[in-house]
């Protein structure tokens, strides 16, 4: 069975993630478009990445607008059929429910608090923090307001998951394999402690498709991950 890793082919040029996608595509559940490929290509990158892989895509445009707009933006992108579809839960409850009503098809997964922000950046943009209980909040209110999946750091899913119970997805960016260089994310840990932590989906970009060889590092976390999953936790 394919890997439960969303690899983020953040590439600026759609023949670069053509590329990462078939490479990875054999080891993973799953491949995210996010905003550098989108912005410039739209809906054709969609088209190419699934291309004749068999693999999910996952549509990372972490909407935040009004309801109306993010409602109208969640109809006209759930017509493309991705898997999983971002929005800010930061946008309010009016907009994660004008999202998740637009796209009943689609899953609607709310990010809590992004995993490049720390104490501090949380402080200077007046997010009452810590990082745990912005997301806890955040969680609530996305939950309440119809979303099923959630996106927030390793650090956070634990007591996620004890707050909003086993049916909700959580998804968790900033993973890094143990000597990842961490780059710009603040809230990290290893594939095998965001998945022992109970998270559903990984999202992985730069420690795979940076990699000399992609396929080759994708198949090494799945592995990794499978043996973590076969592991009894002590
Ligand atoms: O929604 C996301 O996927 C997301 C949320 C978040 O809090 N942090 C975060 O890094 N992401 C995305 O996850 C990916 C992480 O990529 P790497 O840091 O290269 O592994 C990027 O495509 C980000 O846009």
């Known amino acids: 069975m394919a890997a439960p890793i969303a690899v983020a082919i953040d590439a600026p040029e759609i023949e670069t993630a053509a590329r990462w996608a078939s490479a990875v595509a054999p080891h993973v559940s799953t491949v995210k478009v996010g905003l550098e490929l989108y912005l410039r290509y739209g809906p054709e990158v969609i088209t190419t990445v699934r291309g004749a892989n068999k693999v999910d895509v996952f549509l990372d445009l972490k909407l935040h607008d009004i309801p109306a707009t993010v409602g109208g933006a969640a109809r006209n992108m759930a017509r493309f059929k991705p898997s999983i579809l971002t929005v800010h839960a930061a946008g309010g409850r009016d907009m994660v429910k004008a999202a998740v009503e ?3 098809q689609t899953q609607i997964a709310a990010v809590t608090v992004l995993t490049s922000l720390d104490e501090k950046a949380l402080d200077e943009i007046g997010l009452r923090g810590p990082a ?6 955040l969680a609530v209110l996305a939950v309440e307001s119809g979303a099923r999946a959630l996106v927030c750091s390793p650090w956070e899913v634990a007591s996620l998951r004890a707050e909003v119970g ?3 997805t959580l998804i968790t960016p900033g993973v890094r394999p143990s000597g990842a260089e961490r780059g710009d994310q603040a809230r990290v840990a290893t594939p095998e402690e965001a998945i022992e932590a109970g998270a559903d989906l990984l999202v992985i970009g730069r420690p795979i498709t940076r990699a000399a060889d992609p396929g080759a590092a994708a198949a090494s976390i799945a592995a990794a991950l499978r043996r973590a ?3 009894p936790s002590a």
Do not use: F, G, W, Y
């Open 166 to 168: 086993p049916d909700i």
């Open 132 to 137: 745990s209980e912005a997301a806890r909040r």
């Open 102 to 104: 637009a796209a009943p």
């Open 229 to 231: 999953q076969s592991t």
